[in-house]
T-cell receptor, first 114, second 114 residues
Framework: GENVEQHPSTLSVQEGDSAVIKCTYS??????FPWYKQELGKGPQLIID?????GEKKDQRIAVTLNKTAKHFSLHITETQPEDSAVYFC?????????????FGAGTRLFVKA | EAGVAQSPRYKIIEKRQSVAFWCNPI?????LYWYQQILGQGPKLLIQ????????DSQLPKDRFSAERLKGVDSTLKIQPAKLEDSAVYLC????????????FGPGTRLTVL
């Protein structure tokens, strides 16, 4: 079945450094790629998304890149801050018989050390 | 704008007991999702509703799990009887419509089965 692989599972960076999280997906029909941030005791919250007709998107310190040929997409966080510490999930969404199905990666736990 | 509400936040039961979770989506959101998030993993879709109809329940263990969305607003997810492996966080999410658009997640219900 369809799956999304996410790496690394844990990432520790120094405050001010950059963090990169990478995902690959298997379903070539996937055309929507959201990234979610989940803090302890809360539900995931969308931080950025990208559609298949775009190769890159940026929002302040966060950027996402998509390589549809290689089925890779990545999240880049620059100038990391302690409040960026959380679990980050990538996801890939594609149409199915009833609507759209979203498959999530296993998550990356990001630690930003002050 | 109020977010997705879920209750209870925590539930502890013994195996073979039954349990029910409740979700109230964001007003006007046609699509409602129930996800299961096992510790250390990404959310896995259990069932997706479009208004009061089921769009996708292919991952729902129908021998013990059931869900309904009467009147196309609130939804309940039930487990009967519960097994140890059902211990997880159950997340409810809603979106304006199905497809490539943002899902808004509730805080989740943490279920522990002893």
């Amino acid at each position: 079945g369809e799956n999304v692989e996410q790496h690394p599972s844990t990432l520790s960076v120094q405050e001010g450094d950059s963090a990169v999280i990478k995902c690959t997906y298997s379903d070539s029909a996937s055309n929507y790629f959201p990234w979610y941030k989940q803090e302890l005791g809360k539900g995931p919250q969308l931080i950025i998304d990208i559609r298949s007709n775009v190769g890159e998107k940026k929002d302040q310190r966060i950027a996402v890149t998509l390589n549809k040929t290689a089925k890779h997409f990545s999240l880049h966080i620059t100038e990391t801050q302690p409040e960026d510490s959380a679990v980050y999930f990538c996801a890939a969404s594609s149409a199915n018989t009833g609507g759209f199905k979203t498959i999530f990666g296993a998550g990356t736990r990001l630690f930003v050390k002050a | 704008e109020a977010g997705v509400a879920q209750s209870p936040r925590y539930k502890i039961i013994e195996k073979r007991q039954s349990v029910a979770f409740w979700c109230n989506p964001i007003s006007g959101h046609a699509t409602l999702y129930w996800y299961q998030q096992i510790l250390g993993q990404g959310p896995k879709l259990l069932i997706q509703f479009q208004n009061n109809g089921v769009v996708d329940d292919s991952q729902l263990p129908k021998d013990r799990f059931s869900a309904e969305r009467l009147k196309g607003v609130d939804s309940t997810l039930k487990i009967q009887p519960a097994k140890l492996e059902d211990s997880a966080v159950y997340l409810c999410a809603s979106s304006l419509r199905t497809g490539d658009n943002e899902q808004f997640f509730g805080p989740g219900t943490r279920l522990t089965v002893l």
